[in-house]
């Protein structure tokens, strides 16, 4: 099983490495490399985010016509890892970092921000330094750039506070129609509610009983008046004098009789002697 892992390669003695002919590889050829993504990108055909670190076949040439410094710039090529969409970057010796080209977009980091800010900054002291009228033209410049900054703030207050008027006149606006609304409720209210008493008093106020009429009054407290108190003289005097026309019956005796009419006899209880 040793043999498997031997790297060294028997050379017979007349071995001639020149007489073996180099490959000729073109100036533009590509090499698949396997890498990873050097920055978080997001595709620009469906949206993917690529996570920084994100493993990938790639393919490699050397960008024709750029350099930095006589060192090469190359190009990689990928593929979207969700539609399959070409994309390319190249390395950016300048910044020792890399720089999309194209499929794709580099997501936003703030340190770069910051780092271009302190290189503008350090180059402008610079520039300053040697410089007087660079100077003096530098702070008419942030002069003009702070008075337009308080000019368009003077502008947004104003107009914070001409919203604000409006709104309140337009709150009191609402409230005054929301009042004159809840009166005319109000009013039409009270008219129903007098027009129904006005209909209860002339339907119930007098009722024809024959040719006597009963007056009927509202309650005005919990206690209900008698059922004879509702009634006419004329039906009064006609129910008593039926009563007094109706004889008074007899009981008869039941003596020893059940309630059915049923004469019940009573046994004697016989003793032997």
């Given at each position: 099983?040793?043999?498997?892992?031997?790297?060294?390669k028997?050379?017979?003695?007349?071995?001639?490495?020149?007489?073996?002919s180099?490959r000729?590889?073109?100036k533009s050829?590509q090499q698949?490399v396997?890498?990873?993504?050097?920055f978080?990108?997001?595709?620009?055909?469906?949206?993917?985010?690529?996570?920084?670190?994100?493993?990938?076949?790639?393919?490699k040439?050397?960008v024709?016509?750029?350099?930095?410094?006589?060192?090469k710039?190359?190009?990689?090529?990928?593929k979207?890892?969700?539609?399959?969409?070409?994309?390319?970057?190249?390395?950016?010796?300048?910044?020792?970092d890399?720089?999309a080209?194209?499929?794709?977009?580099?997501?936003?980091?703030?340190w770069?921000?910051?780092?271009?800010?302190?290189?503008?900054?350090?180059a402008?002291?610079?520039?300053?330094?040697?410089?007087?009228?660079?100077?003096?033209?530098?702070?008419?410049?942030?002069?003009?750039?702070?008075?337009?900054?308080?000019?368009?703030l003077?502008?947004i207050?104003?107009?914070n506070a001409?919203?604000?008027r409006?709104?309140?006149s337009?709150?009191l606006?609402?409230?005054?129609?929301?009042?004159?609304?809840?009166?005319e409720?109000d009013?039409?209210?009270?008219r129903?509610?007098?027009?129904d008493?006005?209909?209860?008093?002339?339907v119930?106020?007098?009722i024809?009983?024959?040719?006597?009429?009963?007056?009927v009054?509202?309650?005005?407290?919990?206690?209900?008046?008698?059922?004879?108190a509702?009634?006419?003289?004329a039906a009064?005097a006609l129910?008593?004098?039926?009563?007094?026309?109706?004889?008074?019956?007899?009981?008869?005796k039941?003596?020893g009789?059940?309630?059915?009419?049923?004469?019940?006899?009573?046994k004697?209880?016989?003793?032997?002697?």
């Amino acid at each position: 099983m040793s043999e498997r892992k031997v790297l060294n390669k028997y050379f017979p003695p007349d071995f001639d490495p020149e007489l073996i002919s180099r490959r000729k590889h073109p100036k533009s050829s590509q090499q698949v490399v396997r890498l990873m993504a050097p920055f978080s990108m997001r595709c620009n055909t469906c949206g993917e985010y690529i996570y920084k670190g994100k493993k990938f076949n790639a393919r490699k040439e050397t960008v024709e016509g750029e350099d930095y410094l006589g060192i090469k710039i190359f190009r990689f090529y990928i593929k979207c890892t969700l539609c399959s969409a070409e994309i390319t970057f190249k390395t950016d010796p300048k910044n020792t970092d890399y720089a999309a080209e194209h499929g794709a977009s580099r997501n936003f980091e703030p340190w770069r921000d910051e780092k271009a800010e302190e290189e503008d900054r350090l180059a402008k002291l610079e520039e300053e330094e040697n410089n007087p009228m660079k100077v003096l033209e530098n702070k008419t410049v942030d002069s003009k750039r702070e008075m337009d900054i308080l000019d368009a703030l003077q502008d947004i207050r104003a107009r914070n506070a001409r919203n604000e008027r409006v709104g309140q006149s337009d709150d009191l606006l609402s409230r005054l129609a929301l009042q004159e609304v809840e009166d005319e409720e109000d009013a039409e209210r009270k008219r129903l509610e007098e027009a129904d008493e006005k209909l209860v008093e002339e339907v119930f106020s007098k009722i024809q009983s024959g040719s006597s009429s009963v007056t009927v009054k509202r309650k005005a407290d919990e206690k209900e008046p008698p059922a004879h108190a509702l009634l006419s003289d004329a039906a009064r005097a006609l129910i008593a004098s039926t009563a007094a026309a109706v004889p008074a019956v007899k009981k008869r005796k039941t003596e020893g009789k059940n309630s059915l009419g049923i004469k019940v006899v009573k046994k004697k209880k016989v003793t032997a002697t």
